[in-house]
């Protein structure tokens, strides 16, 4: 029972550390072709080579769906997007499911999976041992008894 409760703390555990904030992606759309760029935050990668390795950079903001406009896709240079104005231009925020989400429906995959080999394993070993009762056949113990003859 110990063991139980140590691999649930443990799964626990597991699933609130992985489970960070959904990534999100900007949908930019010039005139009909369209490309997803991810919104994710990031350190900046340095300016100059000169500083001292302990001054780190600040990280950046965390991307929101309000970063996720015709100005961002714009200011991205992408081909799709070349000669495109800003009427050209249309854009959608979304975002994927959590790790926690994907962690929780992959659990319940296996464990249902695990579940049928199980069974399917038992009922193997079972024919295997003789211990499986089957219809029609007759028990030792003599309680069949035909019906509808007298």
């Known amino acids: ?3 139980l409760t140590t691999l649930l703390a443990l799964f626990a555990f597991i699933t609130f550390s992985i489970a ?3 990534p999100r992606f900007c949908k930019c759309t010039c005139f009909t072709n369209s ?3 991810p919104l994710s935050t990031h350190v900046s990668p340095p300016s100059s080579l000169n500083k001292p390795a302990l001054l780190l950079e600040p990280r950046a903001a965390p991307a929101s769906c309000a970063t996720c406009n015709k100005a961002f896709c714009l200011s991205q240079r ?7 104005e800003e009427k050209d231009v249309f ?3 979304f975002q994927r499911d959590s790790r926690k989400d994907q962690i929780v429906v992959l659990t319940f995959i296996a464990g249902t999976v695990g579940l049928l080999v199980w069974a399917a394993v038992r009922k193997v070993v079972e024919r295997r041992r003789g211990e499986g009762v ?3 056949e007759r028990t030792g113990t003599g309680s069949y008894a035909p019906v509808g003859r007298s």
Do not use: H, Y
């Open 1 to 3: 029972m110990n063991r």
């Open 20 to 22: 960070a904030s959904p």
């Open 35 to 37: 490309t997803i760029i």
């Open 78 to 84: 992408l081909p799709i997007c070349k000669d495109a």
């Open 91 to 93: 854009t959608m925020c």
């Open 134 to 136: 089957r219809i029609g």
